[in-house]
């Protein structure tokens, strides 16, 4: 299976891939610059949307617009034309930021933070009533997340601990429980460490890996089944997008130095994995206050 260029953007650290339905278009960040992209497949064209302060991650909303989880774990709404805060921080993670997040079948997110000096990551769940629950703390790297196909485990990465877990997940209360460790990656020369993640049709779980220059599918049942290598090293996340979410995406990062990384780091890549995606929850915060 070969990974074709679909955009040959040079991102610092390209992530958080996540396919629009209702635009049929493919929107992903670059984290560090502060800008993100979109790209439609039936024209082939892409363009920078977006740019101002770091967004670590991104949701759909219910009507459509844009959610963008970003510094000091503020969330703000996006309309293409317009900005409007939802949450100003987590007063207890200031000078951090959101990392990787989803959407629940509910409208909740869950949403990792990054790490700092003295403070750990953390697994928050933002409520629809926009209050923030802390689900999990002691992390190393809160990373890719994933559903389950009938909704009732929850995958959840820890990129410096190598580790993909898996948690029971109740989808009416939200909560999370019985935490065990689905794949654990070898610390070996050319593995790199598990990054961003999506859960196919199937069950099959993609895991980008960072540092590894491929992305791996694994069975539920913990398998490596198959494995696309990616010619750039730092692969950071997947998503299933086209109208039958048969196309997987791929963001990588490394952009700001292609003589180190290679002359397509920091692109945006697909292969037709020969299963299907699913579409994404959608979030729905705030929703009742008409925001």
């Not at 409208?107 to 689900?135: C, I, K, N, Q, W």
């Not at 997340?145 to 959840?156: A, E, I, K």
């Not at 997008?241 to 890549?269: E, K, V, W």
């Amino acid at each position: 299976m070969d990974a074709d260029l679909v955009v040959d953007c040079a991102c610092k650290t390209g992530e958080s891939p996540l396919w629009h339905p209702d635009e049929q278009r493919l929107y992903w960040v670059d984290i560090p610059r502060g800008q993100f992209f979109r790209y439609d497949p039936q024209t082939d064209a892409h363009e920078q949307c977006y740019e101002g302060e770091a967004v670590g991650g991104l949701t759909v909303q219910a009507d459509g617009a844009l959610l963008l989880f970003r510094q000091q774990c503020a969330v703000d709404l996006w309309r293409g034309h317009s900005t409007s805060r939802l949450i100003d921080e987590i007063p207890t993670e200031r000078g951090t930021r959101f990392n990787d997040v989803i959407a629940d079948p509910a409208g909740r997110v869950f949403a990792g933070t990054m790490s700092r000096e003295g403070t750990p990551s953390r697994l928050y769940r933002v409520e629809t009533d926009g209050s923030v629950s802390l689900m999990l703390d002691g992390l190393g790297l809160a990373n890719g997340m994933g559903f389950t196909p009938d909704r009732s485990h929850l995958y959840l990465t820890d990129t410096l601990a190598r580790k993909i877990y898996r948690f029971d997940y109740d989808q009416v209360t939200g909560e999370l429980s019985r935490q065990e460790v689905f794949v654990e990656v070898p610390d070996q020369e050319g593995e790199g460490q598990p990054d961003g993640l999506t859960v196919d049709a199937e069950g099959g779980v993609w895991s980008a890996r960072w540092g590894g220059g491929c992305v791996v599918r694994y069975s539920p049942e913990g398998i490596e089944e198959e494995r696309v290598m990616i010619p750039t090293r730092y692969v950071s996340s997947v998503a299933f997008g086209g109208p039958d979410f048969d196309d997987l995406y791929i963001t990588t990062a490394g952009g700001d130095d292609r003589g180190l990384n290679g002359p397509r780091a920091g692109s945006l890549f697909r292969i037709r994995p020969g299963v299907n995606g699913r579409p994404e929850f959608r979030s729905q915060i705030l929703v009742d206050a008409g925001l």
